[in-house]
């Protein structure tokens, strides 16, 4: 995405990683968490970027409408956010608020874990005899259907992370069979600046993953 936009608005932002990511689209981010732990470490490491006005964090519950907040934002980022919600009806209803965040034409840029994208992956190593990946007890990974389903987003692109996934996922865990992959290894990181470099989209698009970037933009 190559357009300037005004301003930003960061659900679920913890300690604030995702601004130095947006600085160079983004005039102004605003980073919501419900973590008052989050939003103080936020404004500690951010804290030239809050001084100049180019940053604010606030305490803040993505289920709970922010009235400050509302209409206020030419995109809003989630990053692993919904993932973090118990049940899909809380992850509608966050995507709802999201799309009320939004400026009319706005943009959505949400970065989950599909339950889809898990079950391909799975489908795959089970034709090499790996076992199921294991899934974080905590997580709801995301039913893909709730943005087909929502009425004031429409997705716009879609991108997955399938080179990552071939080599880290597939390669690196039947090269080291029987052994266990370790998630810091170095192919790991190698797997991932290559997935960086060649971004699967578009013709790539077939390639499984378990995590998938959607970019929406508000209809109404």
């Not at 732990?37 to 006005?53: P, T």
């Not at 905590?138 to 929502?150: A, G, P, R, S, W």
């Not at 797997?191 to 499984?208: E, N, R, V």
Request: net charge negative.
């Amino acid at each position: 995405m190559n357009e300037f936009m005004s301003d930003g608005l960061n659900v679920g932002c913890g300690d604030g990683y995702a601004v130095d990511k947006c600085r160079g689209i983004v005039n102004k981010m605003v980073g919501m968490d419900y973590s008052s732990m989050g939003i103080e470490k936020a404004n500690e490491v951010h804290k030239y970027l809050v001084h100049q006005g180019k940053a604010e964090f606030i305490i803040g519950d993505l289920l709970e409408f922010q009235p400050g907040l509302f209409g206020k934002y030419d995109a809003v980022i989630s990053e692993r956010c919904l993932c973090n919600l118990a049940t899909e009806v809380k992850q509608k209803k966050a995507l709802t608020l999201i799309s009320e965040y939004l400026k009319p034409d706005g943009i959505a840029f949400i970065s989950e874990p599909s339950l889809q994208g898990y079950n391909a992956v799975d489908q795959v190593r089970s034709e090499f005899g790996l076992e199921p990946i294991k899934r974080h007890w905590h997580n709801l990974l995301i039913n893909e259907k709730i943005f087909t389903e929502n009425e004031t987003l429409r997705e716009q692109e879609r991108y997955t992370f399938g080179v990552y996934t071939l080599l880290s996922r597939l390669f690196y865990a039947l090269y080291i069979f029987p052994q266990e992959p370790e998630f810091n290894s170095d192919m790991n990181k190698l797997s991932a600046i290559l997935c960086k470099q060649i971004m699967t989209k578009s013709g790539y698009k077939d390639i499984p993953s378990q995590h998938a970037l959607y970019i929406l933009r508000r209809i109404s």
